[in-house]
């Protein structure tokens, strides 16, 4: 069992990862040799505007799964069932406190657990789509686009422009009905380009300053205190007379 | 006079380096040593969803400004004006076809229009915005985020993804009321580390696949044909029950 | 409409690029975005050894798809069809001459054409997976696995270890019955971070020497000279006494 | 709060940073963002040399502030002060030995404090000018341009040409009246790129030897040893005869 | 003697290694200058298939010996021995499991212990094979190539795709009939690079998915699960018309 | 004989590779090596302020011209000689356009022309210290220091900021009184690396913006429009009370 | 056929690809795979000092063999014969200019010619030792150290401290007794990785300046004008007494 | 006071820091600035094999002292004396074990001890060579030339190809008659990209395998066991008839 925990993002940063570890064959090889997975995985997703949700059985519904989880802000991959075990896989945190709240009070701590072995993915391809640090929402108040850095526990306290945003990966296993852990996976050196190439995209996305897509766009920004800057100018605008 | 061309993005492309050109220190060392610079520029800005616009003062609105040319999708610069000589400045064309067409018709080829000297930037001011390739939205079937690269003219047709987004430079002087040139500034050796780090962020980009910042966001992609893979799932939405 | 020839390589070479361009969404933005593209595409995979064929419907059949044309010196795509329009997307040069002959007569140049636009693939959609340059049978006495480098047609000659194996893509315009073309794709500078990395791998497969996998796996190389060299030192063998 | 202690450096080495914290909407996204920072800050700039003040409300003043406080070796900024709150944000120390004592009389130690959140700057967005690292004046005897290397407390003695220059962050919380910490801020391995880019400028630095602009200019080496080694030169010196 | 334990890898990944240390004067430098190594090194390789085994004599036989142990999965050098001294030079952990049980049981550990000094190779000679990491079979379900990590003890533990594949090597100094060590020669940061090297390869070889050759040959996957799933769509073949 | 052209620089640019050329044996392997040579060379500095003149005999005068040279803003070395063949050995345009006008009036071409062969230097040694491109001032307004470029002909057109400052090597033989040439000597690909260097060292400098040394000192500065814009702020000083 | 032409450098170069393309089996495939050129190759190698010449039998002699040509100032492979063939297979120029006349009269220009096919090595096999560019002797003053960069014939001349030295590959068919040709084998951008390695061990070994081994050792100046230098200080050596 | 140890290499290793240290005015800066240094310093060589030795007085001998000094396995550098003070600056350790037992006993673990301050090189300008890891002889069997790494007490141990060789500097307080220390300066991270750049060059040298300049020259060889692997093929030499 995996538990990953991050810092300065949100849930919809476990959307590309879920999906990786359980859809993609280029990501899990088990999904292609292995005859327990071959089946595939049941996606469970929440639209966490409208509160409604959806199950997409995948491979099948491959496509239309990826029109909405590629909008992380909006739609998360709730839970993921084995198709062919009929068992839960996956769980992750959605509820962001800023939509529950209806403003901005404080960040999310998005957590994530993952099962793995027998018919499951194997922990190194739970871990693997880590290895390339992709763009979460988060970071410096909650208002920015950057990479997730893999890291140690002992490395996972945020400083630089309050991030960039951080996950680690603790490996418990089910002995006897005790978890025995944590295994700290990300204090591995196999890591050590990933957070090298994460320090590198965090440098280009900061060269953006405060423009889009490294600020969020103006629909995430909305339980932000950035409208009552806006509110504020309102006034000055005055029609194109074309 | 220099002309800029982009394909495979949209007018939103400008704000960036207009805002440097014009406005930021670190680029333009007239604004803090050039006596006819010293005054700053103001700077037109439309909202492309609700024809208004706003004039900003720099540096004086600065921060200001910034709320809303950060999300260049909705809001434009349109023109920009020194307030030491009272005279336009430059010039980009803002209308967005998807915009006006209310659906996606084809792929905007912005045009932006500056002046050189005497007041007005040096030219070199106003290509060095364009050494570090900033994101802009556009590319494959104008949904996604990409580097703009500066390309000579012999270089500008895009194919990787459609791409990535180019931009030329073309310079024109006036000259007893003709214009001569036009001289291809891109071609020049000091943006081959540009066009380097373009194919590289164009790497990283692709690598994200249909997952937001890449993907345009949800609200962008209204004008184009994903709507309608959206309405076809639909129904099976139902209602989560907390 | 794009042409793709490729050199010092043989037919397995297109398996991975096809599977990108009309199946993996990652590749395709239109697999995702573009409703006559969403229903996505049947492969038609060739045993090469047993002269058996069977057709793949993507995404549904993905998982099982990959187990044999990951395979790709045995499974070749010979075509692949849009399940929206009914019609053909693209077809590959699927032969091996060795497998024909029964022995090693020279190298395969393998051909692929595929359909671009209106419910297939955009071109720069088509042309994405050449960007990372995979690894392919073939260079050397076609017996060793290396880069495939995208190639302007002036670039495409081989000549290093008889390689890096090339690839150049052509694209026509069907016109009134006519082709008109060809523009020579490659050409871009957005490929020379592709070909800078062609390079570097092949130095590193290089430096493998005759090791497996740089050099083929033993059935692989059944066409070639090896199995005469082998058959000498036969002899030599002793049975080992445990 | 961070207290940054930095060696082999002089007071100026603070203007570049205290200028992006408070005054650079790329560096600081609170300038935009939050309607507490919305209005500004003040800067209240020393002439070491003539012993005057002047304070520039930014961002109105931010070309003319620059004029000045580029010029790092005369111009210090001594304090910054939020024009929201009305309170002081930043302290750092101005005195130069060497003008003081009208000889070089060894290094200066500059210590710089910065106040955080709640209208100030959070403390990522005071962390963020470091991991860029900017060419101070110091290192070798004084005399010598050089990057200033974020380091942790255990990496902080320098060695190389007696440098590169350091720095280190300390946070403390106020807390009841009593400080809490501290907490090594540069200790995170996302410094780990800045530190690497200062070792590569260090490199490129000490390749220049004796000229400037490693070594400082004429007039500010004033301080040094050097004005003793011309004199003794002065009578070898006769005029030009045009 | 330095011992060599590995793990995520099959027993011929010390070929490779050996084959160098022992026959290839550009690794071994004492093949040419030492006169009690000059004769050079007896190779039994064993056929892990056919149960059967060969001696060859290097340099001599070199170019016959390169057509087997090339082919890692089927021979493997069992022993070799100095020409010169008569004695075992260096013994490996040749049985592969799979092969034994006719099914995926798990994965090997291979070991190999080398003797150095006096007539067989320097220590250092010994280590530097792995300074340039090679492409192993193993790695996730053992049904994978990729490089071999030279790693401290505190290093090896594999994560990323259960891997990539780890070495580590201890030596031991035999001391009045005692072995005195372990010392741990692989925590050197002499092989810094080599550790950046096997990542950035195993970055690559990921980015092929299920593709040869990061994914192993068909015979090659003979004892893991994945023939249970192409059995599955035999029944769908059908056999081509030419 | 070698004549180098530079644009967007001052004669100051010329000291270190005239330095490097006649007095580095570092650089010059002809100093050590050739009898011819092994006397040094002399040394005509000239002082651009107060037109005086002095002159060096190296290597004896070795530190002490340094002392001068290295700043080069005030002290340019005007001519060269052999001391073995009392004969001149190079020449440089010292005259500073600034300085004469008492005013910014443009900017300086700067020549220079070194002989070679025969008791001068190698025409390899003479191209040698712009391998290794130096930081020159000039580029943007006469009042930044930057990288010089070694160009070709056709690449020697500044664009970017104006810049980088560049330089082209021009070689001809004299010949029965003819000048033979010019060769284009930059046009070699062995200076790739300096300009790929060249562009590196042009995106650090630039990212100090209008802070030294990016931007020239407060002395440098002098005979260009800064002091304007100080003045109209001289009246906001107030004293400071200690 | 492929004619291989060097400039500043000795006909030593030759060695390290010689014995690459016709006994080194990480090399040439085809010494391991292609029955015609499994017996190996004779190598005949002159001692340029003394005029005596052996032939080494490979690879048998292989260790026998490196003693000498490693030290390829002193020993050059004349000739390489196939044993299965009984035909020379290369041939290069060995005379030593300095040696001949027994002072440094100028630089050779060395020239290599190598069959191809047919039991001879592929071309591909011939001309792969130089994409790893080995360090030659030659260069300035025919006195240093330097990598042998691989051209094509317009980027073949020599500039920067007159090299660093090249080569260039012509490829010629013999077609009913007449020469076919050329074909300019390293315009291919196969060799841009080649090419821009040797530009940066160029710039490590130029930082070595006058030290060996960027300096060649004291027996090889023997015939540069050193000597002469050496000779002038004689008498200022005096007695050590122990 | 720094004391430095090295391993794996030879006395000569000290030739080009010390030159650089006591007469480089780009490595030393007080050789320009201060007036204690800038009369130079004088350099007792030691010819090694003849047992002479020679005093060069810099910087007036710079040229003649080169010809010597970069010779490092003849001529060594046995102590450094200032010329302002007459003290004795540096001394190293020049007997070399082999030509004293006149033949290869061993390798030779030289020693350099160097004062600081007050008239000598500042601590910085001491250790300053070593950020740019030079070539020196040693390594494996003391036969190949290979980068001098500067490493922490706790980096010391060399493993790879018995090496690079390393060298530790430890830093000294005399107080009262008592050293205090000691530093271990090279733990210093500022050096993290001189070991990186020792890894690279490490490659490079090592992929010349047996042939020069890795392998040191054939005079070199005299101590080593190589001479009698070339006696044994003495007998098969035969004269060349031209």
């Known amino acids: 069992m995996v538990v990953f925990l991050a810092d300065k993002t949100e849930p919809g940063a476990w959307n590309l990862p879920l ?43 491959l496509y239309d799964m990826l029109v909405f989880i590629g909008a992380m802000g909006r739609y998360g991959i709730k839970a993921v069932y084995s198709r062919t075990l009929d068992e839960i896989a996956a769980v992750s945190s959605t509820q962001r406190l800023n939509l529950m709240a209806g403003k901005y009070v404080g960040k999310d701590d998005p957590v994530c657990i993952v099962r793995c072995q027998s018919g499951m993915p194997a922990v190194g391809e739970v871990l693997e ?17 950057g990479p997730l850095m893999p890291c140690s526990v002992k490395q996972s306290t945020p400083t630089r422009f309050d991030g960039p945003p951080r ?23 196999a ?18 300053g405060p423009f889009e897509p490294h600020r969020l766009g103006l629909d995430e920004l909305e339980y932000t205190t950035m409208p009552q800057v806006m509110e504020k100018l309102a006034g000055r605008f005055e029609p194109v007379q074309d």
């Open 19 to 61: 999906y990786k570890i359980f859809a993609d064959p280029f990501n899990t090889a088990g999904l292609v040799i292995d005859p327990k997975m071959h089946k595939g995985f049941d996606f469970e997703v929440h639209d966490l505007i409208e509160h409604k949700k959806i199950v997409f059985h995948c491979p099948e519904d």
């Open 129 to 145: 789509p880590f290895s390339k640090p992709h763009l979460v929402a988060g970071w410096m108040r909650g208002s920015h686009y």
């Open 167 to 189: 996950v680690v990966a603790l490996g418990f296993q089910l002995c006897h009905g005790k978890l025995v852990g944590p295994q700290d996976f990300f204090a591995d050196p």
């Open 191 to 208: 890591y050590d380009e990933a957070r090298r190439k994460a320090n590198q995209i965090a440098d280009y996305m900061r060269s953006l």
